[in-house]
């Protein structure tokens, strides 16, 4: 079966870290460009971030630079956010997505066909003291 | 604020048809392809329509999509109350480097 289940969800104190594992299961996870993308509760969606199949391109929404980091293991068939200096603000559901649409050639990145075709059910991190 | 502007929220009749409006620049939606999430309560988001009017398979012909400028619509015909959800419009924005959502519009089936 074709699915993404994400982990590593839970309490954390403002300030404090967390990471966040995707486990990628029938496809062939080598293949695509990935996502994490998140809900604050009653709220809409907001990206967060997007990850090159190779891993060597990566994409950051502003409110999480310098303190998220996204990363893969294709060997794993797994994807990664690390996620400190939490803030309130960072509480949400977490889902991870398979990303299409970016291309690459020449060292330059074109994702004007993005979209996310395949989510995740959410892993809830809650912020608070 | 998001970058993209969808009505709160819309409604009709079962059987009838609405149309979901996505606004956004020539940064994002005017030089850019739109997809579209159907997001049932408590679930997650589910891809609808991507490269501005195509269905993955399984996705039924009464949704469809458009685009025209800095705008796109999301159509859903023959309306049932199982369309209820929130529907999100995407795309990538080219001057911030981001993927880039609307709010949201909550669909109402009287």
């Known amino acids: 079966e074709v699915q993404l289940v994400e982990s590593g969800g839970g309490l954390v104190q403002p300030g404090g870290s967390l990471r966040l594992s995707c486990a990628a299961s029938g496809f062939t996870f080598s293949n695509y460009w990935m996502s994490w993308v998140r809900q604050a509760p009653g709220k809409g969606l907001e990206w967060v971030a997007n990850?090159?199949?190779?891993?060597?391109?990566?994409y950051y929404v502003d409110s999480v630079k310098g303190r998220f980091t996204i990363s893969r293991d294709n060997a794993q068939n797994s994807l990664y956010l690390q996620m400190n200096s939490l803030r309130a603000d960072d509480t949400a559901v977490y889902y991870c997505?398979?990303?299409?649409?970016?291309?690459?050639?020449?060292?330059?990145?074109?994702?004007?066909?993005?979209?996310?075709?395949?989510w995740g059910r959410g892993t809830l991190v809650t912020v608070s003291s | 604020q998001s970058v993209l502007t969808q009505p709160p929220s819309v409604s009709a009749a079962p059987g009838q048809k609405v149309t979901i409006s996505c606004s956004g620049s020539?940064?994002?939606?005017?030089?850019?392809?739109v997809s579209w999430y159907q997001q049932l309560p408590g679930t997650a988001p589910k891809l609808l329509i991507y490269?501005?009017?195509k269905r993955p398979s399984g996705i039924p012909d009464r949704f469809s999509g458009s685009k025209s400028g800095t705008s796109a619509t999301l159509g859903i015909t023959g309306l049932q109350t199982g369309d209820e959800a929130d529907y999100y419009c995407?795309?990538?924005?080219?001057?911030?480097?981001?993927?880039?959502f609307g709010g949201g519009t909550k669909l109402t089936v009287l």
């Open positions: 995407g795309t990538w924005d080219s001057s911030l480097s981001h993927v880039v």
């Open positions: 997505a398979r990303g299409e649409g970016g291309y690459c050639s020449g060292g330059s990145c074109y994702l004007g066909y993005w979209y996310f075709d395949l």
């Open positions: 990850i090159k199949k190779d891993g060597s391109e990566k």
């Open positions: 020539s940064s994002n939606i005017g030089n850019n392809y």
């Open positions: 490269d501005n009017n």
